[in-house]
């Protein structure tokens, strides 16, 4: 999870007006670049990655797919939140490369590099490190968290049920890769030739080729590998890239648009925003029935470009539509969600197994379907889970963030 979406934040990017609202930036974004709604969007992200990773652990017992109400499905359906933090990410962090991919300033790629280093590596090497030393039963059992230093997370996980939720951020590094060559491939023919070159491998991919491995367990391990890459992922980036150059190339005229037309103040805007929302829930819930790991194995695995495409409408429309329903979405609470987000991110994992398994050691009792003692319980560990992101927000992102935001061009 991974830049802006979950890790970057807003680079100084100048695309259409930004919707202060007054809002204070919190540390590693300019001043300029803060937008108060993706924050409150990031914040409901980790707060269905949280709730996702809770009941996957199952503190209840489990329930028959086809009965789960249509809202649960947006924490059921797998890792929709992760792929929010994609688009968030794509969304955010082109738009300084668009922008000069349309002849604006050009971006400094070494700066660029600096403040993606300041943003991920110091709490997740801290993380690896103190959880590759809590796993290691030897000396040479700490070299299993090698891999994840370098974002080449390995499947299964070496390192346990801990670093399950981090799969996230090797798409989000690539990502981050490919991202400043944007422009040169906007402006040159090899941009067709790479585009069409990805559609062929990614449609390759969904149907199962090539096949590496000879066991099912190999072939499990490949598929997984690059459903978890910047392959698998790619389509939900190309959403937020998109929605970006949308957004800084007719921004201000749609927005000036809607604003001008009574059918969208007084509750047109509104209607199509639920009605991407419900979409959006409808998808969901047809893939937690399927479930998604079924599908993540199949050519079906191309509903995340739906996924991501449905939201990236979201997000501009929080953005640039008049909308009376804004505040379900994009509000104080979430706001301040998404301000620790990448800290909850990582220290979840571990908030939870081992507080669930304190609960199974100590009081089986509690261990029933879900009712109002479980559902304490979860909500429990989950304020748990905020209150130590918060602590290593504090301790180990911040310092690191006010020096990222002193870096510009």
């Known amino acids: 999870?991974?830049?802006?979406?979950?890790?970057?934040?807003?680079?100084?990017?100048?695309?259409?007006?930004?919707?202060?609202?007054?809002?204070?930036?919190?540390?590693?974004?300019?001043?300029?670049?803060?937008?108060?709604?993706?924050?409150?969007?990031?914040?409901?992200?980790?707060?269905?990655?949280?709730?996702?990773?809770?009941?996957?652990?199952?503190i209840g017992t489990t329930i028959d797919p086809a009965s789960i109400p249509y809202p649960l499905s947006f924490v059921r359906a797998g890792h929709t939140g992760v792929s929010l933090f994609f688009v968030l990410s794509a969304f955010l962090l082109s738009q300084p490369f668009i922008a000069e991919a349309r002849g604006g300033r050009r971006v400094v790629r070494r700066r660029y590099c600096a403040r993606r280093v300041l943003r991920i590596l110091p709490l997740y090497y801290t993380a690896v490190v103190l959880v590759a030393v809590y796993e290691a039963n030897h000396v040479r059992d700490l070299l299993n968290g090698i891999p994840y230093l370098f974002f080449l997370n390995p499947v299964p996980p070496t390192l346990g049920q801990f670093s399950r939720p981090w799969w996230s951020l090797a798409p989000e590094a690539q990502f981050y890769l490919v991202l400043p060559l944007v422009p040169f491939l906007v402006r040159s023919r090899v941009g067709i030739m790479v585009g069409i070159g990805f559609v062929v491998v990614y449609g390759l991919w969904l149907f199962g080729?090539?096949?590496?491995?000879?066991?099912?367990?190999?072939?499990?391990?490949?598929?997984?590998?690059?459903?978890?890459?910047?392959?698998?992922?790619?389509?939900?980036?190309?959403c937020g890239v998109l929605a970006a150059w949308l957004y800084q190339r007719h921004g201000p005229a749609i927005r000036a648009a809607l604003e001008a037309n009574p059918l969208a103040r007084f509750?047109?805007?509104?209607?199509?925003?639920?009605?991407?929302?419900?979409?959006?829930?409808?998808?969901?819930?047809?893939?937690?029935?399927?479930?998604?790991?079924?599908?993540?194995?199949?050519?079906?695995?191309?509903?995340?470009?739906?996924?991501?495409?449905?939201?990236?409408?979201?997000?501009?429309?929080?953005?640039?539509?008049?909308?009376?329903?804004?505040?379900?979405?994009?509000?104080?609470g979430l706001e301040r969600l998404g301000t620790v987000s990448y800290s909850l991110y990582l220290v979840h994992g571990p908030v939870i197994v081992l507080t669930s398994?304190?609960?199974?050691?100590?009081?089986?009792?509690?261990?029933?379907?879900?009712?109002a003692t479980t559902l304490a319980i979860a909500v429990g560990i989950g304020l748990t889970s905020v209150a130590v992101a918060s602590v290593t927000y504090w301790i180990i992102e911040r310092p690191f963030l006010t020096r990222k935001v002193k870096i510009r061009g």
């Open 1 to 58: 999870m991974a830049a802006a979406g979950l890790l970057g934040k807003e680079e100084a990017a100048e695309p259409a007006a930004s919707p202060q609202s007054g809002h204070q930036a919190p540390a590693g974004i300019q001043p300029g670049a803060y937008m108060p709604e993706l924050e409150s969007l990031r914040g409901l992200a980790i707060l269905l990655v949280v709730s996702y990773h809770m009941g996957l652990l199952e």
């Open 209 to 238: 080729y090539p096949q590496l491995g000879h066991t099912l367990q190999e072939l499990s391990a490949y598929r997984t590998w690059l459903s978890h890459s910047l392959l698998g992922q790619g389509p939900v980036f190309l």
């Open 267 to 332: 509750g047109g805007a509104d209607l199509v925003f639920v009605a991407v929302l419900a979409a959006l829930c409808v998808l969901l819930h047809a893939v937690t029935i399927v479930g998604p790991v079924r599908l993540d194995f199949s050519p079906l695995q191309v509903w995340h470009a739906l996924e991501g495409a449905l939201w990236a409408m979201v997000v501009l429309l929080i953005l640039l539509a008049p909308l009376r329903t804004k505040p379900i979405l994009a509000n104080g």
């Open 357 to 371: 398994a304190a609960i199974r050691t100590h009081f089986p009792q509690l261990i029933r379907p879900w009712n």
